[in-house]
T-cell receptor, first 115, second 113 residues
Framework: GAVVSQHPSRVICKSGTSVKIECRSL??????MFWYRQFPKQSLMLMATSNEGSKATYEQGVEKDKFLINHASLTLSTLTVTSAHPEDSSFYIC???????????FGEGSRLTVL | GEDVEQSLFLSVREGDSSVINCTYTDSSSTYLYWYKQEPGAGLQLLTYIFSNMDMKQDQRLTVLLNKKDKHLSLRIADTQTGDSAIYFC?????????????FGSGTRLSIRP
C-alpha cells in the first residue's frame, strides 16, 4: 500500500533556530500534500495545503513566514519552522493525497520540542 | 461551516464489538474516512467510504453510512487490545478533488479485560 514517510520523527532545537521537516510519498506521486499540527489530546489542525510547483495555501491564523512550505517535487514537501519558540512545540503531521481514488495517507508525524 | 462530531471516549470488553459513531454537517461530503492514531504516532488510514455507498466491510471493520441522518459509524468486531487507539472520523466536501479534510475530535477507544 501507499506509504508516506516523515523525517525526522523527533527533533529538539534551541529557541531561535529553524527546523525542517520532510514529508515524502514513497510509492505514488502527490500533487497535493497537507500539513497539520496536533496539540496534546486534540484533533488535527490543518495548517496549509502544499501544491507541487506553486505556493502553499495557508489556513487562517497560520503565519506563512513562520511556517515555510516547499513542495519541490511530486514526492516531497517540506515544512520549515523558522525562528522556533517554545510555543511552536507540537506534533506536526503531513498527509499526501493519492488521486484518483481520493485516498489520503498520513506520515508518522514529527514531534518538535523547542527549548 | 463544516463540522464533524464524535464522542470522546469508548470503553469495551475484549472480544466484544466496538461501535464508534460520527455525525457530520456537510451534506455534499464525497469521501468519509476513518483513521486510527496510536500513542505518539501518525494517522493510519483504516478505511473510507464514498458518499454513494451505504456500507463497506473490510475484515473486522464495518462502516455504515446514513446520508439522510449524516451519520457514519465504524464497527470493530472481536475487539483486541491492539485496537486501543484514538479513532478519527473525517470528511471531504465534493467541490474540490483534493480539498482540505475536516476531522472530528477523535474517539479514544480503551479495551478492558
Amino acid at each position: 500500500g501507499a506509504v508516506v514517510s516523515q523525517h525526522p520523527s523527533r527533533v529538539i532545537c534551541k529557541s531561535g533556530t529553524s527546523v525542517k521537516i520532510e514529508c515524502r510519498s514513497l510509492d505514488f506521486q502527490a500533487t497535493t500534500m497537507f500539513w497539520y499540527r496536533q496539540f496534546p489530546k486534540q484533533s488535527l489542525m490543518l495548517m496549509a495545503t502544499s501544491n507541487e510547483g506553486s505556493k502553499a495555501t495557508y489556513e487562517q491564523g497560520v503565519e506563512k513566514d513562520k511556517f515555510l512550505i516547499n513542495h519541490a517535487s511530486l514526492t516531497l514537501s517540506t515544512l520549515t519552522v523558522t525562528s522556533a519558540h517554545p510555543e511552536d512545540s507540537s506534533f506536526y503531521i503531513c498527509s499526501a493525497y493519492r488521486e484518483p481514488a481520493g485516498e489520503l495517507f498520513f506520515g508518522e508525524g514529527s514531534r518538535l520540542t523547542v527549548l | 461551516g463544516e463540522d464533524v462530531e464524535q464522542s470522546l471516549f469508548l470503553s469495551v470488553r475484549e472480544g466484544d464489538s466496538s461501535v464508534i459513531n460520527c455525525t457530520y454537517t456537510d451534506s455534499s461530503s464525497t469521501y468519509l474516512y476513518w483513521y486510527k492514531q496510536e500513542p505518539g504516532a501518525g494517522l493510519q488510514l483504516l478505511t473510507y467510504i464514498f458518499s454513494n455507498m451505504d456500507m463497506k466491510q473490510d475484515q473486522r471493520l464495518t462502516v455504515l453510512l446514513n446520508k439522510k441522518d449524516k451519520h457514519l459509524s465504524l464497527r470493530i468486531a472481536d475487539t483486541q487490545t491492539g485496537d486501543s487507539a484514538i479513532y478519527f472520523c473525517a470528511e471531504t466536501p465534493s467541490y474540490s478533488s483534493a480539498s482540505k479534510i475536516i476531522f472530528g475530535s477523535g474517539t479514544r477507544l480503551s479495551i478492558r479485560p
